[in-house]
């Protein structure tokens, strides 16, 4: 396949990776035909929240991208990512929730009868946010919330420059495997447990609320919004994926792949390999920080619990269960069982009578997610991504009859596919 | 001939157990070099401590023009000082086809935001053409480098070490799995490698070594027992000894 890739006029990059093209084909028709059967456009079919749960999903999608790439062809297994997302969710959280607040704040002042001081409104702000903490004080963290564009900044530039510290740390200590997982597991546990401090300044377990009401958009319905949001996190998928299509597709794809299968050699070849796993480490916790930002003014709050140790986990399952090292297995993975998760969890599947048990589907989901994680690991390592196999190899005609290798016993072309 | 890289009074230990003992060395550019050793002898450790993959604990490597020590440098710094290495049992990406393997050594940047930007150009490409020709897996770079044949792999694994340009090749047991065509063949491409480069070759095949035609040290417990041509060690009396003894 790669050896037609050289001769001839370079093609541009979607067009020689067709499975990039087909991604972005499906993922327009299905945004056309969720917006066609919104309440906005007038169908009514899909209701504002599930174009709400289609929206994040979305996000979900491609946080779960960013994982692929760290996982599936870096090998770095990062149980922290979701704190990037939810840091990506705070920042863009305080600034909805403070100009909101600003604009009910100066609505109700508006109708005193002497004007209000700067410090007056601020202090009004700030005890309407801070109240439930039992403080009217702005903490230091909240104090670019006023500008949009900060915050939009601080989305980018936090998770970035935390994903820089903590794996400068990590890769330069060359942790690697189950101890690098267990130190990502520590970071995120280690961030959720101090935001849920009251004084954290960011309202401790309350977290942040009411991001759903868009400051400037008063006067659109929510049916609207959400159709806003789902376009933009369509939007963010589509590109998140496109770079991270051309990233593993070409030479540095080439060199991540090499790390995961072999870091070792790849050093000897001359390649630093700390620095690759940093920069990959930090651009998909920029990425996740975007997804996270696009996901909880859909959600309508955020809290400490989002990112919660077991929020990471989850990110993995899914990649697993999607099938790792192609990104539309993540995709794939991330839409399937989140979907799944909130009709299970949310009362959508039916009680099982056993007759001496009734299985609770909000109880057992876990269990039976649990289950799959293990036997999609051990039997099916491809993951639902491996069915498209099923179907691609059926097309592809034998490209030779007899032994594969040069000679008995060399591999075969499935097997170093692997 | 001007001295490329010098070892002297290198020793390194295992859990007390001396791997390396005092051992110096010397080689320089262009030349060939033949290591043998009986097995346990050090060989391997020897090219480890070269190339960063051992710290060994006393000593110095001293490297180039303006004698600089690798003691300090990382693994890949060494290897883009131009330090090239092949390891005793074939390590190529398997995954990848042999084309990815070649352009993934070929001698370029190394900064992940090059390679992040690098084009494939005519010239990789004719360049990639060429080292497979040269190593006789022409037709072969679509493949994937896990289906080769283990001579293959050791192939690819030499091409991969050409790619590199490097001006010292470590080639650790070249020829094992090879048919003796596939040997004759390794040797004439160690050879002309040699004629531009220093290249030490570690080799149990005393044929192939005397293929080689090059001055040959010979390792024993970690330090130099003999040095010199494969006829003068051949009849040196500790290294009957050694061989015959084992
Ligand atoms: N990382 C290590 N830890 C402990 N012992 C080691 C290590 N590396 C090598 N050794 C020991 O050092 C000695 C020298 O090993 P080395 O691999 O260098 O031998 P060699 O000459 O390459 O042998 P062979 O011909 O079998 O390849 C051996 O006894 C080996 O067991
Ligand atoms: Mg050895």
Redesign the pocket.
């Known amino acids: 396949m790669s050896l037609v890739q050289d001769s001839g006029p370079r093609r541009p990059f979607i067009l020689r990776h067709p499975s990039v093209l087909l991604f972005l084909g499906a993922l327009a028709a299905f945004t056309i035909v969720v917006t066609i059967l919104s309440e906005a456009a007038g169908l009514g079919l899909v209701s504002t929240s599930f174009v709400k749960t289609l929206g994040k999903t979305l996000c979900l999608c491609l946080v779960a991208v960013a994982m692929d790439v760290l996982w599936g062809y870096c090998g770095i297994l990062s149980l922290g990512h979701m704190a990037f997302f939810g840091i990506g969710g705070y920042a863009i959280g305080m600034w909805l929730m403070y100009a909101r607040t600003e604009a009910i704040v100066a609505d109700n002042l508006a109708a005193a009868p002497i004007p209000p001081t700067p410090q007056e409104i601020s202090d009004a702000i700030g005890s309407q946010i801070f109240g439930v903490v039992g403080s009217s004080e702005f903490p230091l963290i909240w104090s670019f919330a006023d500008s949009l564009f900060l915050q939009l900044l601080a989305v980018i530039v936090v998770p970035g420059l935390l994903a820089l510290v903590f794996g400068w740390l990590a890769f330069r200590g060359r942790v690697t495997g189950v101890y690098l997982s267990i130190l990502t597991q520590a970071m995120t546990l280690a961030l959720a447990l101090y935001l849920f401090q009251n004084d954290s300044g960011l309202r401790g377990n309350n977290g942040l609320s009411g991001l759903q009401n868009i400051p400037g958009w008063e006067d659109w319905p929510q049916s609207v919004v959400s159709l806003v949001f789902f376009w933009a996190s369509a939007l963010a998928l589509a590109l998140g994926y496109v770079l991270c299509a051309w990233i593993v597709s070409g030479k540095l794809g080439s060199v991540i792949r090499g790390i995961r299968d072999d870091e070792a050699r790849v050093r000897f070849l001359g390649y630093h390999v700390e620095s690759y796993k940093l920069f990959i480490f930090v651009l998909t916790a920029v990425i996740a920080g975007i997804a996270g930002a696009l996901y909880y003014p859909q959600a309508g709050i955020i809290n400490p619990a989002e990112i919660a140790p077991i929020a990471s986990i989850y990110l993995a399952v899914w990649v697993a269960i999607g099938g790792r090292g192609r990104l539309y297995g993540a995709v794939i993975g991330a839409a399937f069982v989140s979907l799944l998760s909130s009709w299970f969890t949310g009362g959508g599947a039916p009680p099982i009578n056993l007759g001496f048990y009734t299985i609770q589907w909000t109880d057992w989901w876990l269990v039976l997610l649990g289950l799959s994680f293990v036997l999609v690991t051990l039997f099916a390592p491809k993951g639902l991504g491996g069915l498209v196999d099923l179907w691609t190899e059926r097309r592809r005609t034998a490209d030779r009859v007899g032994d594969y290798g040069p000679d008995k016993g060399a591999w075969r072309r499935e097997e170093g596919e692997e | 001939m001007s001295t490329l890289l010098e070892l002297s009074g290198v020793s390194v230990s295992?859990?007390g157990?001396r791997?390396?003992n005092n051992l110096s060395f010397q080689i320089g550019e262009p030349e060939m070099r033949a290591i043998i050793?009986?097995?346990?002898?050090?060989?391997?450790?020897?090219?480890?401590i070269i190339t960063g993959k051992?710290r060994p604990d006393a000593g110095s490597v001293l490297w180039g023009e303006k004698s600089v020590s690798l003691l300090r440098k990382s693994e890949s710094a060494i290897a883009r000082e131009g330090i090239g290495r092949k390891f005793?049992k074939p390590t190529v990406f398997e995954a990848q086809t042999v084309r990815e393997n070649l352009a993934m050594a070929l001698k370029n940047p190394r900064g992940p935001f090059d390679v992040l930007m690098h084009r494939k150009t005519p010239e990789g490409a004719a360049r990639i053409e060429a080292l497979a020709e040269e190593i006789g897996l022409t037709g072969q770079l679509g493949r994937i480098a896990g289906e080769l044949s283990h001579g293959q792999k050791q192939w690819l694994e030499i091409g991969m070490l050409l790619a590199q340009a490097p001006r010292l090749l470590l080639v650790?047991?070249p020829a094992a799995g090879m048919t003796p065509a596939e040997r004759e063949h390794t040797t004439d491409l160690l050879k002309r490698a040699a004629e531009t480069r220093a290249v030490v070759v570690?080799e149990?095949d005393m044929e192939f070594v005397r293929r080689l035609e090059c001055k040959v040290t010979v390792?024993h417990e970690?330090s130099v027992l003999a040095e010199g041509s494969l006829d003068h060690v051949t009849k040196n009396k500790d290294v009957i000894d050694v061989y015959l003894g084992r």
Do not use: R, S, Y
């Open positions: 295992f859990d157990f791997a390396i050793g009986p097995n346990g002898a050090g060989k391997t450790t020897f090219m480890d051992t005793q650790d047991e570690v149990h390792l970690g």
